[in-house]
C-alpha cells in the first residue's frame, strides 16, 4: 500500500536468489476478503487530500488540533491515527470506541466539526464513500497504541474500494493531480514536529506527512543469501548482498552494520536492508550485512527484552556486539574465494550505533594488523557522551524537535546501558572516540558523514578532527536537510546520494 504511520517502513528480503525487486503488492480481492466489514470497536476512514496541498492539509490540522483533540476524546474516540500515502493523497483514519457508531455521530455534533470541515474544503477534492471497520484485536509490538500495520493496510484498501464502487455507474473518480508530485523534503516536514515533547503529543496529520514515503524501493538485480558466521558467543546471522551479473574479477565487499542505539534494529530495516542493495547495486560490490547480538532496554526506556540470537543465553553488553562483527569481518576474509570478493578491498562501515560498532572493530582490527581498507561512518556515535558543540551547531539543532534530541541524559543512559559498567571504565573498544592521537593513527581511510539535523553530528566531526590530528585521510561530510537516521527513509534523494558516495569509495579501493 505504501501507507505511512510512525513505524518502520521496511522492505523484506528474498533470501536464495532475487531480482532486488519488492515483493508484488496483495491483490486487491485477496485483502477485501480477508478485511472484515465491520466491528463496533474499531474504525477506519477515507480521505483525499491533493498531493501539492499535503502543507496546507497539515498547517489547518494543526491549527485546530487542540480544540479537535478535546472533541474527539469527548465524542468517546481513542488511538486516533492518521496514515497517509503521499503520491496520490489517500488519508485512512484509525480510531477505536466502545462504540464506533455512537462515537462518530457524537463527534458529527461537535461544534469544532463544521470549522473543520471548512478549514479542509481547500485541500480535499470531493468525495463519497463510507467507512470500513475491521475486528483485528492485534498490535503493533513498536507501537503498542496503534493498530497492525496489515489490518491498517486492508482496511485502506477496503475504504478505497468502497469509495470507488459507491460513486454512481460511469462516473469517474475526480483526479488528485495529473502529475506525479514530488515529495515534501524532509528538511520541510521538520517544523510541524516541534513544539511536541514526545511522539505521541504530534499530531496525527503532521505525524502522516512527516512519515510519508518520499520515493519507491530502488531495484536492483542481486542474489540474496543467509548465513551464519561462528562466533564466540554462538552463530553470528548475515545476509550476503551479491551482484547478479558475471564479474570479471573479485569484487570490493563492505561489511556493514545497521544501528538502533544497541538495542534495536535487525537485518530488516532499510538502513541494513536497502543500504545493502543499494550499495551493492552501484558498486557491483559485495555487501555483507551483519546481525549482531543486542542489549536489553534499561528501565527507563521500557525494559523490553531485545531480540535473541542462535547460542547460549548472556546479557549482551560491550564487548560482544564488537566480537561479533570481528567474527564477521574475519569470516568474510577467510572466505574471500567463495563469495567472490578481494579480501584486500574490504571496508567495515556502519550508521549510529552500528556506525560505532564498525569504527570500533576497524581500530581493533588495526591494532592487531588486520585493518580495512576504509572505514565508513554515517551519523556514528564515536563518545560515550556528545562533546562541546560549536556556535553553529548549537544553533542549527535548537530546532530539532524535542523528542528528535539526543542530550546529554539520552546519551549516558545508552551509552551505560551499552557498556554494563561506569562510562570512566570505557576503552577505544567501545567508544573510538576516546583514542589517543598515537592509538587512532592505525586507522585507514576514513569517511564520515552525519546529518544536519542530528545531535550526533557533534560526536562524528569531534571524532574527524581526532582522524585528522592523528594523520588519517579523513574526507567529512554533513548531509545537508536530514534528520538522525535518514538512511531509513526509502526513496530519500539525501539516502540515493549517500550511498552514490559510500559506491565510489567501494570502487576505488
Given at each position: 500500500?505504501?501507507?505511512?504511520?510512525?513505524?518502520?517502513?521496511?522492505?523484506?528480503?528474498?533470501?536464495?536468489?532475487?531480482?532486488?525487486?519488492?515483493?508484488?503488492?496483495?491483490?486487491?480481492?485477496?485483502?477485501?476478503?480477508?478485511?472484515?466489514?465491520?466491528?463496533?470497536?474499531?474504525?477506519?476512514?477515507?480521505?483525499?487530500?491533493?498531493?501539492?496541498?499535503?502543507?496546507?492539509?497539515?498547517?489547518?490540522?494543526?491549527?485546530?488540533?487542540?480544540?479537535?483533540?478535546?472533541?474527539?476524546?469527548?465524542?468517546?474516540?481513542?488511538?486516533?491515527?492518521?496514515?497517509?500515502?503521499?503520491?496520490?493523497?489517500?488519508?485512512?483514519?484509525?480510531?477505536?470506541?466502545?462504540?464506533?457508531?455512537?462515537?462518530?455521530?457524537?463527534?458529527?455534533?461537535?461544534?469544532?466539526?463544521?470549522?473543520?470541515?471548512?478549514?479542509?474544503?481547500?485541500?480535499?477534492?470531493?468525495?463519497?464513500?463510507?467507512?470500513?471497520?475491521?475486528?483485528?484485536?492485534?498490535?503493533?509490538?513498536?507501537?503498542?497504541?496503534?493498530?497492525?500495520?496489515?489490518?491498517?493496510?486492508?482496511?485502506?484498501?477496503?475504504?478505497?474500494?468502497?469509495?470507488?464502487?459507491?460513486?454512481?455507474?460511469?462516473?469517474?473518480?475526480?483526479?488528485?493531480?495529473?502529475?506525479?508530485?514530488?515529495?515534501?523534503?524532509?528538511?520541510?516536514?521538520?517544523?510541524?514536529?516541534?513544539?511536541?515533547?514526545?511522539?505521541?503529543?504530534?499530531?496525527?496529520?503532521?505525524?502522516?506527512?512527516?512519515?510519508?514515503?518520499?520515493?519507491?524501493?530502488?531495484?536492483?538485480?542481486?542474489?540474496?543469501?543467509?548465513?551464519?558466521?561462528?562466533?564466540?558467543?554462538?552463530?553470528?546471522?548475515?545476509?550476503?548482498?551479491?551482484?547478479?551479473?558475471?564479474?570479471?574479477?573479485?569484487?570490493?565487499?563492505?561489511?556493514?552494520?545497521?544501528?538502533?542505539?544497541f538495542m534495536h534494529g535487525d537485518l530488516d530495516m532499510p538502513e541494513a536492508d536497502a543500504v545493502a542493495r543499494g550499495v551493492a547495486g552501484r558498486a557491483?560490490?559485495?555487501?555483507?550485512?551483519?546481525?549482531?547480538?543486542?542489549?536489553?532496554?534499561?528501565?527507563?526506556?521500557?525494559?523490553?527484552?531485545?531480540r535473541r540470537l542462535p547460542g547460549p543465553e548472556v546479557v549482551v553488553r560491550a564487548p560482544i556486539p564488537l566480537q561479533d562483527l570481528v567474527a564477521a569481518?574475519?569470516?568474510?576474509?577467510?572466505?574471500?574465494?567463495?563469495?567472490?570478493?578481494?579480501?584486500?578491498?574490504?571496508?567495515?562501515?556502519?550508521?549510529?550505533?552500528?556506525?560505532?560498532?564498525?569504527?570500533?572493530?576497524?581500530?581493533?582490527?588495526?591494532?592487531?594488523?588486520?585493518?580495512?581498507?576504509?572505514?565508513?561512518?554515517?551519523?556514528?556515535?564515536?563518545?560515550?557522551?556528545?562533546?562541546?558543540?560549536?556556535?553553529?551547531?548549537?544553533?542549527?539543532?535548537?530546532?530539532?524537535?524535542?523528542?528528535?534530541?539526543?542530550?546529554?541524559?539520552?546519551?549516558?543512559?545508552?551509552?551505560?546501558?551499552?557498556?554494563?559498567?561506569?562510562?570512566?571504565?570505557?576503552?577505544?573498544?567501545?567508544?573510538?572516540?576516546?583514542?589517543?592521537?598515537?592509538?587512532?593513527?592505525?586507522?585507514?581511510?576514513?569517511?564520515?558523514?552525519?546529518?544536519?539535523?542530528?545531535?550526533?553530528?557533534?560526536?562524528?566531526?569531534?571524532?574527524?578532527?581526532?582522524?585528522?590530528?592523528?594523520?588519517?585521510?579523513?574526507?567529512?561530510?554533513?548531509?545537508?536537510?536530514?534528520?538522525?537516521?535518514?538512511?531509513?527513509?526509502?526513496?530519500?534523494?539525501?539516502?540515493?546520494?549517500?550511498?552514490?558516495?559510500?559506491?565510489?569509495?567501494?570502487?576505488?579501493?
Amino acid at each position: 500500500m505504501g501507507m505511512s504511520a510512525h513505524d518502520t517502513n521496511a522492505q523484506g528480503p528474498v533470501n536464495g536468489s532475487s531480482t532486488g525487486a519488492a515483493e508484488p503488492a496483495p491483490d486487491l480481492a485477496a485483502l477485501l476478503a480477508t478485511s472484515p466489514a465491520r466491528s463496533p470497536h474499531r474504525c477506519c476512514f477515507l480521505l483525499h487530500v491533493r498531493p501539492e496541498k499535503l502543507t496546507e492539509y497539515v498547517a489547518a490540522h494543526q491549527d485546530v488540533w487542540e480544540e479537535m483533540r478535546t472533541a474527539l476524546t469527548d465524542a468517546g474516540w481513542r488511538n486516533y491515527s492518521l496514515f497517509l500515502r503521499a503520491e496520490d493523497g489517500m488519508v485512512v483514519g484509525y480510531f477505536e470506541a466502545d462504540d464506533v457508531d455512537a462515537a462518530q455521530e457524537a463527534m458529527g455534533r461537535a461544534a469544532i466539526s463544521p470549522r473543520w470541515e471548512a478549514a479542509m474544503g481547500s485541500t480535499s477534492p470531493p468525495a463519497a464513500g463510507r467507512s470500513r471497520c475491521c475486528r483485528s484485536t492485534s498490535t503493533c509490538p513498536e507501537r503498542p497504541h496503534m493498530a497492525d500495520s496489515a489490518c491498517r493496510a486492508a482496511c485502506a484498501v477496503a475504504s478505497f474500494s468502497d469509495h470507488l464502487s459507491s460513486r454512481p455507474a460511469g462516473d469517474p473518480v475526480p483526479a488528485i493531480s495529473d502529475t506525479p508530485q514530488p515529495a515534501v523534503p524532509m528538511r520541510d516536514r521538520l517544523p510541524a514536529l516541534r513544539g511536541a515533547a514526545t511522539w505521541d503529543e504530534v499530531d496525527p496529520a503532521a505525524l502522516a506527512a512527516w512519515d510519508a514515503p518520499y520515493g519507491p524501493h530502488e531495484q536492483w538485480d542481486l542474489r540474496i543469501e543467509d548465513r551464519e558466521v561462528p562466533g564466540p558467543y554462538g552463530p553470528v546471522p548475515v545476509r550476503v548482498y551479491t551482484p547478479a551479473a558475471p564479474a570479471t574479477a573479485a569484487r570490493p565487499v563492505l561489511v556493514w552494520c545497521h544501528g538502533g542505539g544497541f538495542m534495536h534494529g535487525d537485518l530488516d530495516m532499510p538502513e541494513a536492508d536497502a543500504v545493502a542493495r543499494g550499495v551493492a547495486g552501484r558498486a557491483g560490490a559485495v555487501v555483507v550485512s551483519v546481525d549482531y547480538r543486542l542489549c536489553d532496554e534499561p528501565p527507563e526506556l521500557g525494559g523490553r527484552r531485545a531480540r535473541r540470537l542462535p547460542g547460549p543465553e548472556v546479557v549482551v553488553r560491550a564487548p560482544i556486539p564488537l566480537q561479533d562483527l570481528v567474527a564477521a569481518v574475519r569470516w568474510t576474509r577467510q572466505n574471500a574465494t567463495e563469495l567472490g570478493i578481494d579480501g584486500q578491498r574490504l571496508a567495515l562501515g556502519g550508521a549510529s550505533a552500528g556506525g560505532n560498532l564498525a569504527a570500533a572493530t576497524t581500530l581493533h582490527l588495526a591494532q592487531r594488523g588486520e585493518s580495512p581498507a576504509a572505514s565508513l561512518l554515517l551519523y556514528p556515535v564515536a563518545h560515550p557522551v556528545s562533546p562541546e558543540p560549536t556556535a553553529e551547531e548549537t544553533e542549527v539543532l535548537a530546532g530539532v524537535p524535542q523528542m528528535m534530541r539526543f542530550n546529554r541524559s539520552t546519551m549516558t543512559l545508552m551509552s551505560e546501558n551499552y557498556l554494563g559498567r561506569p562510562l570512566a571504565d570505557a576503552t577505544t573498544d567501545d567508544f573510538p572516540g576516546l583514542g589517543t592521537p598515537e592509538q587512532l593513527s592505525v586507522l585507514p581511510r576514513t569517511y564520515i558523514e552525519s546529518d544536519e539535523f542530528d545531535d550526533l553530528r557533534i560526536s562524528a566531526r569531534r571524532y574527524a578532527e581526532q582522524l585528522t590530528a592523528a594523520g588519517v585521510a579523513v574526507e567529512y561530510v554533513v548531509r545537508e536537510g536530514v534528520a538522525h537516521g535518514h538512511l531509513n527513509r526509502i526513496g530519500l534523494p539525501e539516502a540515493a546520494q549517500t550511498m552514490d558516495r559510500l559506491a565510489e569509495i567501494l570502487t576505488d579501493l
